[in-house]
């Protein structure tokens, strides 16, 4: 069974920084593309970042500049370094996880920033 643990989400003032965390455990192999989602209330589930196996990183246009991901492949784990956030990125933010021809998403941790 596989499963995917997310930390960091929070409440935060516009201009501040949150990092967030998700680590995959259980049987998962050979991971391939690691990344972030997010959905605001009304609005539908969008890409916010992802990176490939080789480090190849993509953002959405929004975040660009303000947010950054990585991984750490030995602890299957990937990050999303969130800084000058605005109100507008308030959402549940989700890790996706793909391996082999298997998707899995985490539950899912808010962010919330305030004006």
């Known amino acids: 069974q596989v499963q995917l643990v997310e930390s960091g989400g929070g409440l935060v003032q516009a201009g501040g920084s949150l990092r967030l965390s998700c680590a995959a455990s259980?049987?998962?192999?050979?991971?391939?593309?690691m990344g972030w989602y997010r959905q605001a209330p009304g609005k539908q589930r969008e890409l916010v970042a992802n990176?490939?196996?080789?480090?190849?990183?993509n953002y959405v246009d929004s975040v660009t500049g303000r947010f950054t991901i990585s991984r750490d492949n030995a602890r299957n784990t990937v990050y999303l370094q969130m800084n000058s956030l605005k109100p507008e990125d308030t959402a549940v933010y989700y890790c996706?996880?793909?391996?082999?021809?298997?998707?899995?998403w985490g539950q899912g941790t808010q962010v919330t920033v305030s004006s």
């Open positions: 996706n996880v793909k391996a082999r021809e298997y998707v899995y």
């Open positions: 259980g049987r998962i192999f050979s991971i391939s593309a």
């Open positions: 990176i490939s196996s080789g480090g190849v990183t």
